[in-house]
């Protein structure tokens, strides 16, 4: 197989080229990638949504001067929408063509012509490896895929190359960078672990979360982005439902900036805390463990009792007040 | 180097870690393009390419740290070009006491400080006035809130003269690290510290949201610490007696195959993240109606009309879409006193099974039987969920002693009519009568209505119908019985299905 000229010398490089992508790596991300684009291995990248783990795999892209290729996985993808598919359209009309023009044409001579390249349809897996110019491929959320289709993917990742019955194997031009990312919905194979080199991005710590809010949001004061960072550490920190993601928290900090705020306290907070989370429940939650108890707020909206109250959805079912009630229904 | 890693490897395979050859040699191809001099890239690299799953990283990082601290990383892999010093010059905590190690034979900065100068240090250092941005940055979470030297020193400092103080470590006693730990903090008085500064520096802020930050980075860097002093009394337990021995002493059960029944509090909140998944997994699994069937049915109207367009011939099929099932699951546990440990995750799934899908609905029994769907409503926490179904739910009617007939002709009585076709049917539970009447034939209707029954024993297999167990009486009518005593087995459960 080709050798592909690694895009990065070290992962300190990985690391700036990363930064001048606008992706604020860490050691261990940018260690990773430096590895990955040595070994010519695959990188599986797992964690929380909303981490920048697609955005990783973008930016490394751009860092490199490569192309993205991307197969975005779901439920029900199949060999011919993730590797390749005959144009049998076009085929059709070739066979048409040919009674109509009347080419007198043997069906070998006529198999041969419509099972060639130009019916053929490459799809994302197949154009990464005939791919000339280097290119990094991402393959977002293959945990949605079945373990089926994830069968296919090993043989692409391991050999980069694709058997296509009526071409014959169709060998990479080149290794290129290949990114996973998985939700973790569910357990890969070992086949496939085994395959990749595994890096699991975790919510940024609030140092690295304050940085990227510095470099995404222009004109935010220090300070704040400080306490934005410690805010959103502390929401993670409790039970939710939802965990801000990153880009929630821009979206927050942004926000904030435009609001004209320098520096966060309690009720800012609250006022805005629906920018953060998404739940009922969760912004319930954060307020009270948050923001402080109900006595500190005024009589009027003691929402922050002990016992949650918010039994908004009734799920078809009745409120199990006790066995009586249940008794009741029947 | 080879001869470390292999000894390394082979650590981790003792510990549970699923190591393939493949992935030994793609550790040392991806050494060979590492600093070698950087220890946290050798973690880095080691970490990527042997561990595929995160909840083993704790694991790994802990024999990783017996194997490769203890001597100074250079030395350890046999390289000349990196002399120790420059493992020093790094960033990183445990690099840089690994160096100061040798520093400490040396006399360098070894003198004593008086048990008062130590804690007043440890304030200062929860305190966090220090310069910010010179220890810091810990593998872990968090440990990145730290300013650095309180006193100069830094937390490796800090916990090298702590452990020098108060562990009262001798050379040849057979006991675990945990002892130190135990023995430092309590002289060290880190809870109190902590609570005390945490409430003085929530008594300064402005408002509540400030004070419970202060409170919080307070605690996150005694939690810091914490671990700084348990890392720097494995070092020296290592120097002492060696990492094969040392990794022996601290193996532990990975996540996955800890018991239910025996877990301890920090494995339980491990369970229960690992919990979220494996319950979606679980739900669309139970979901699912047939495997590989990714169309509906031929779909003949819109084919032929279809069709029009090449002339009558019906170049593309069409399907109907196909019909997706709504996974209706509803839950029987048991929460009596013989299961009790298992209940906690029981109740755990059902939380987890219940934020994830609306048509979940949970009950619970130990002699009388309860909805309790109502306490894991989306805005409830899972501890006071359980808290409140232990509390509130009327799942006693006798004795609190479970009998599981009564519970099941009860929930027959009550609840059958809502167990449809399409209902999931998930008991959860032992199946320890106590001798009462098993009333087999309440679970065979229920059984007989639903789609799909399961029951998931918290027992051992061969304990299984001895004694008052009656579970022989009731596996005839379910799908399938399990044993369910960790998580590899629930997800071997989940993966069954379908």
């Known amino acids: 197989m080709p050798v592909r000229s690694p895009f990065f010398t070290s992962a300190a490089d990985v690391r700036a080229a990363l930064a001048g992508a606008s992706y604020l790596a860490d050691d261990q991300i940018a260690g990773v990638v430096h590895l990955a684009d040595r070994l010519g291995k695959p990188v599986l990248v797992e964690g929380p949504a909303g981490t920048g783990k697609t955005e990783l795999a973008k930016a490394t892209a751009r860092a490199a001067g490569a192309r993205l290729i991307r197969l975005q996985c779901y439920e029900g993808l199949d060999e011919a929408k993730a590797l390749y598919e005959w144009d049998y359209k076009k085929q059709l009309l070739r066979i048409q063509a040919a009674r109509v023009g009347g080419e007198p044409r043997s069906w070998e001579e006529m198999e041969e012509d419509i099972f060639s390249e130009p019916f053929l349809l490459t799809r994302p897996l197949l154009e990464a490896i005939r791919a000339t110019e280097p290119v990094v491929l991402l393959v977002d959320e293959v945990d949605r895929l079945e373990v089926e289709t994830e069968a296919l993917l090993l043989e692409v990742l391991a050999e980069f190359q694709v058997s296509i019955p009526e071409l014959g194997t169709l060998e990479a031009a080149q290794v290129p960078m290949v990114f996973l990312t998985s939700n973790d919905t569910r357990e890969l194979?070992?086949?496939?672990?085994?395959?990749?080199?595994?890096?699991?991005?975790?919510?940024?710590?609030?140092?690295?979360?304050?940085?990227?809010?510095?470099?995404?949001?222009?004109?935010?004061?220090?300070?704040?982005?400080?306490?934005?960072?410690?805010?959103?550490?502390?929401?993670?920190?409790?039970?939710?439902?939802?965990?801000?993601?990153?880009?929630?928290?821009?979206?927050?900090?942004?926000?904030?900036?435009?609001?004209?705020?320098?520096?966060?306290?309690?009720?800012?907070?609250?006022?805005?805390?629906?920018?953060?989370?998404?739940?009922?429940?969760?912004?319930?939650?954060?307020?009270?463990?948050?923001?402080?108890?109900?006595?500190?707020?005024?009589p009027g909206q003691q929402r922050g009792a002990p016992q949650p109250t918010g039994r908004t959805e009734p799920q078809g079912a009745t409120l199990p007040t006790g066995a009586s009630e249940g008794g009741s229904r029947r | 180097m080879l001869a470390t890693v292999e000894d390394f490897v082979a650590e981790l395979r003792r510990a549970g870690l699923p190591v393939s050859l493949t992935e030994s040699l793609d550790a040392l191809a991806a050494l060979t393009v590492t600093d070698l001099g950087s220890r946290r890239a050798v973690h880095g690299a080691l970490a990527a390419t042997l561990v595929k799953e995160q909840g083993h990283r704790p694991i790994f990082d802990t024999i990783f740290d017996l194997y490769f601290s203890s001597r100074g990383l250079a030395a350890t892999l046999g390289t000349e070009e990196a002399p120790v010093g420059a493992v020093g010059g790094e960033r990183d905590p445990d690099g840089g006491s690994a160096a100061a190690g040798e520093a400490r034979g040396g006399g360098v900065d070894g003198e004593a400080m008086s048990p008062e100068a130590l804690r007043d240090a440890v304030r200062r250092l929860l305190a966090g006035d220090a310069p910010s941005g010179t220890g810091g940055a810990s593998t872990g979470p968090g440990g990145g809130v730290l300013g650095g030297g309180a006193t100069g020193l830094?937390?490796?400092?800090?916990?090298?003269?702590?452990?020098?103080?108060?562990?009262?470590?001798?050379?040849?006693?057979?006991?675990?690290?945990?002892?130190?730990?135990?023995?430092?903090?309590?002289?060290?008085?880190?809870?109190?510290?902590?609570?005390?500064?945490?409430?003085?520096?929530?008594?300064?802020?402005?408002?509540?949201?400030?004070?419970?930050?202060?409170?919080?980075?307070?605690?996150?860097?005694?939690?810091?610490?914490?671990?700084?002093?348990?890392?720097?009394?494995?070092?020296?337990?290592?120097?002492?007696?060696?990492?094969?021995?040392?990794?022996?002493?601290?193996?532990?059960?990975?996540?996955?195959?800890?018991?239910?029944?025996?877990?301890?509090?920090?494995?339980?909140?491990?369970?229960?993240?690992?919990?979220?998944?494996?319950?979606?997994?679980?739900?669309?699994?139970?979901?699912?109606?047939?495997?590989?069937?990714?169309?509906?049915?031929?779909?003949?109207?819109?084919?032929?009309?279809?069709?029009?367009?090449?002339?009558?011939?019906?170049?593309?099929?069409?399907?109907?879409?196909?019909?997706?099932?709504?996974?209706?699951?509803?839950?029987?546990?048991?929460?009596?006193?013989?299961?009790?440990?298992?209940?906690?995750?029981?109740?755990?799934?059902?939380?987890?099974?219940?934020?994830?899908?609306?048509?979940?609905?949970?009950?619970?029994?130990?002699?009388?039987?309860?909805?309790?769907?109502?306490?894991?409503?989306?805005?409830?926490?899972?501890?006071?969920?359980?808290?409140?179904?232990?509390?509130?739910?009327?799942?006693?009617?006798?004795?609190?002693?479970?009998?599981?007939?009564?519970?099941?002709?009860?929930?027959?009585?009550?609840?059958?009519?809502?167990?449809?076709?399409?209902?999931?049917?998930?008991?959860?539970?032992?199946?320890?009568?106590?001798?009462?009447?098993?009333?087999?034939?309440?679970?065979?209707?229920?059984?007989?209505?639903?789609?799909?029954?399961?029951?998931?024993?918290?027992?051992?297999?061969?304990?299984?119908?001895?004694?008052?167990?009656?579970?022989?009486?009731y596996a005839p009518a379910c799908d399938g019985v399990h044993e369910c005593r960790n998580l590899r087995q629930l997800a071997r459960f989940v993966d069954e299905l379908a």
């Open chain 2, 154 to 473: 830094g937390l490796a400092g800090l916990a090298r003269r702590a452990v020098d103080a108060f562990a009262g470590m001798e050379p040849g006693r057979p006991v675990g690290g945990t002892y130190y730990l135990y023995r430092t903090l309590r002289q060290l008085h880190l809870d109190a510290l902590a609570e005390e500064e945490g409430a003085r520096a929530a008594a300064t802020a402005p408002d509540a949201l400030r004070a419970s930050l202060a409170r919080r980075a307070v605690r996150d860097r005694a939690a810091a610490l914490t671990a700084e002093l348990e890392a720097e009394i494995r070092r020296r337990l290592v120097a002492e007696r060696g990492p094969e021995a040392l990794a022996r002493a601290l193996r532990r059960p990975l996540p996955e195959d800890v018991d239910f029944m025996h877990a301890t509090r920090e494995e339980m909140a491990e369970i229960a993240r690992a919990l979220r998944p494996l319950s979606l997994r679980l739900a669309t699994r139970l979901a699912r109606r047939r495997r590989h069937r990714h169309r509906g049915a031929l779909d003949f109207r819109a084919t032929i009309r279809r069709s029009l367009a090449a002339g009558g011939v019906p170049l593309e099929p069409r399907f109907r879409r196909p019909h997706v099932a709504k996974p209706e699951i509803v839950v029987l546990a048991d929460v009596s006193g013989s299961v009790a440990a298992f209940a906690r995750f029981t109740l755990l799934l059902v939380y987890a099974l219940s934020t994830q899908f609306s048509k979940v609905r949970s009950f619970a029994f130990i002699d009388a039987v309860d909805e309790v769907t109502g306490y894991f409503d989306r805005s409830a926490e899972p501890a006071a969920a359980l808290a409140r179904v232990q509390a509130e739910a009327n799942v006693v009617a006798l004795d609190g002693h479970s009998d599981y007939g009564r519970a099941l002709v009860a929930f027959w009585a009550r609840y059958g009519t809502e167990v449809g076709p399409k209902t999931s049917l998930l008991v959860l539970g032992d199946a320890r009568s106590n001798y009462h009447a098993p009333e087999a034939w309440a679970l065979e209707a229920l059984a007989a209505r639903a789609r799909h029954t399961f029951w998931l024993n918290p027992e051992p297999r061969v304990y299984w119908n001895s004694g008052d167990s009656v579970l022989g009486a």
């Open chain 1, 189 to 298: 194979s070992e086949a496939l672990k085994r395959r990749c080199l595994f890096c699991y991005v975790d919510y940024p710590t609030p140092e690295r979360e304050r940085a990227i809010v510095l470099a995404r949001i222009p004109g935010i004061a220090e300070r704040l982005a400080d306490q934005v960072a410690q805010v959103v550490a502390a929401l993670r920190g409790l039970e939710l439902r939802k965990e801000p993601s990153i880009s929630e928290t821009l979206d927050w900090a942004a926000a904030l900036v435009l609001a004209g705020v320098d520096e966060m306290d309690a009720e800012r907070t609250r006022e805005s805390l629906h920018i953060l989370l998404k739940y009922r429940s969760d912004i319930e939650l954060a307020e009270r463990r948050l923001l402080g108890d109900a006595e500190r707020r005024g």
